[in-house]
């Protein structure tokens, strides 16, 4: 079984920073594509970055400037650094990853449970 967790959302007034942490643990070989998507209320689940296992990167216009993405492959983690947040940033973040599960021999894709992010004006 393969888990993501997500860690680091909360509160923070407009121009502050968070940084959401996602670790995945099971049954793990090795992890592609990693990724933070966000859905606010009444709106659909859209990415907001990307990062390859060979660590590049790709953003939406939205987050460019402002986020940064990165993992630790060691650890099995990926990272979301927020800074200058703003409240339209306001969602709950998820995790994606694409993971080799060594039980099912083969490639799906997981996401975690959410974090809440809150950016008061």
């Known amino acids: 079984q393969v888990q993501l967790v997500e860690s680091g959302g909360g509160l923070v007034q407009a121009g502050g920073d968070l940084r959401l942490s996602c670790a995945a643990s099971g049954s793990i070989y090795s992890i592609n594509d990693m990724a933070w998507y966000r859905q606010a209320p009444g709106k659909q689940r859209e990415l907001v970055a990307v990062i390859t296992n060979g660590g590049r990167t790709n953003y939406a216009d939205s987050a460019k400037g402002r986020f940064t993405i990165s993992r630790d492959n060691a650890k099995s983690t990926v990272y979301l650094q927020m800074n200058s947040l703003k409240p339209e940033d306001t969602a709950v973040y998820y995790c994606?990853?694409?993971?080799?599960?060594?039980?099912?021999?083969?490639?799906?894709?997981?996401w975690g449970q959410g974090t809440q992010v809150t950016v008061s004006s």
């Open positions: 994606n990853a694409d993971i080799f599960n060594v039980e099912s021999a083969g490639y799906s894709n997981y």
